[in-house]
T-cell receptor, first 115, second 113 residues
């Protein structure tokens, strides 16, 4: 298996623009997670899905952020409008089951820079 | 408030030496504790997952311990190698209602030849 796939790997955009990050989880995994990592705040869970349904989105910073999982093999994280403070590395991870006991496998991340 | 604190923030040791990283948590109720290794520019990779009843768990040269009474965990690295240079992140899961992950800010380990 190719592991968790994320695209793009790098994104540079201007403040106010819409940004869409994409993730393909490992085939057969039922849970998908979106994380954000910065030097100041470390790793933060934004939202996670189980069987394509959002279970916990309490980590989503504000209404500018939205995530979807239209099917078991694809998810998007959208930021509209983007702001400089959104600059971070965004990771997608998947696991066989919910957040509980299963190992999460992380993608390579998308480095977002908002100018 | 659930918190996970890691120490030291950074550590530099010579290749071949052993080291121990610490993780203290106040997460309750406790479900499990995970250690991740994150190489620069890459996503975290799981090293161990420990549940309440497990005191020690090994993964090659990595040994994690858990003391659920004192709410402390450690990650011991034996005979360090240059490839061990990475950030090590401690994550604790609680399961009161919705499952919640609380993350430490990590220890940055540098191995020098």
């Amino acid at each position: 298996d190719a592991g968790v796939i994320q695209s793009p790997r790098h994104e540079v955009t201007e403040m106010g623009q819409e940004v869409t990050l994409r993730c393909k989880p490992i085939s057969g995994h039922n849970s998908l997670f979106w994380y954000r990592q910065t030097m100041m705040r470390g790793l933060e869970l934004l939202i996670y899905f189980n069987n394509n349904v959002p279970i916990d989105d309490s980590g989503m910073p504000e209404d500018r952020f939205s995530a979807k999982m239209p099917n078991a093999s694809f998810s998007t994280l959208k930021i509209q409008p983007s702001e400089p403070r959104d600059s971070a590395v965004y990771f997608c991870a998947s696991s066989l089951d919910a957040a509980g006991t299963d190992t999460q496998y992380f993608g390579p991340g998308t480095r977002l820079t908002v100018l | 408030k659930n918190q996970v604190e890691q120490s030291p923030q950074s550590l530099i040791i010579l290749e071949g030496k052993n080291c121990t990283l610490q993780c203290n948590y106040t997460v309750s109720p406790f479900s499990n504790l995970r250690w991740y290794k994150q190489d620069t520019g890459r996503g975290p990779v799981s090293l161990t997952i420990m549940t309440f009843s497990e005191n020690t768990k090994s993964n090659g040269r990595y040994t994690a311990t858990l003391d659920a009474d004192t709410k402390q965990s450690s990650l011991h690295i034996t005979a360090s190698q240059l490839s061990d240079s990475a950030s090590y992140i401690c994550v604790v899961l609680s399961n009161f209602g919705n499952e919640k992950l609380t993350f430490g800010t990590g220890t940055r380990l540098t191995i020098i030849p």
